[in-house]
């Protein structure tokens, strides 16, 4: 029976693990005191929390959390980074500490959406446009059949105006000829 404090460690973690869009895991062996606290800092001002976590504690907690597959990053001393709003931040603050990091630290994948996905992931994650532009690029992409569409759509009905309207403005003067035929006959 787990202790009180390890219960308490474990609500912790499910609730972070609950609200987080993304969590990243790394392995921190070899990381002095000050670069693990700068690292902090730097993942703390990306709105980021990077806790050291027992991994028996961090599997209960993630099967309580109903995200069992994050289990799958924890394997020895493992540090996770949870991330609460854009997964492009996450992802955007590692890319930018990773080339300054000391070379013992590494990612060892990052969990989204139900799968764990390769830490060379997280990088192209960071490459993307912002979540407005994408989301322009795709209403771009789907408006332009849609106007392609309505132009096929609209020519005929256009063309049989322009026809009705040739006629329309004809008709009079073919009325005044006809009417001057009936006249003379």
Do not use: C, H, W
């Amino acid at each position: 029976m787990p202790t009180p404090k390890k219960e308490q460690m474990v609500e912790e973690l499910r609730q972070r693990i609950a609200r987080s869009t993304i969590a990243v895991g790394a392995d921190y062996r070899g990381l002095t005191v000050p670069e693990m606290d700068q690292l902090r800092r730097k993942m703390r001002s990306a709105g980021i929390d990077l806790k050291v976590v027992k991994n028996t504690l961090t599997r209960l907690a993630a099967e309580r959390a109903g995200k069992p597959g994050l289990s799958e990053m924890i394997a020895g001393p493992t540090a996770l980074a949870f991330g609460y709003g854009d997964i492009k931040d996450v992802a955007r603050a590692f890319s930018e500490y990773l080339p300054k990091a000391p070379a013992s630290f590494s990612v060892r994948g990052f969990y989204l959406e139900g799968r764990i996905l390769p830490a060379r992931e997280l990088a192209e994650l960071a490459k993307l446009p912002p979540r407005e532009v994408l989301l322009a690029q795709v209403a771009g992409q789907l408006q332009s059949p849609l106007a392609t569409l309505a132009g096929l759509l609209e020519a005929p009905l256009a063309e049989l105006a322009r026809l009705l309207d040739a006629v329309a403005s004809q008709l009079p003067s073919l009325l005044e000829a006809r009417a001057r035929q009936m006249e003379t006959a």
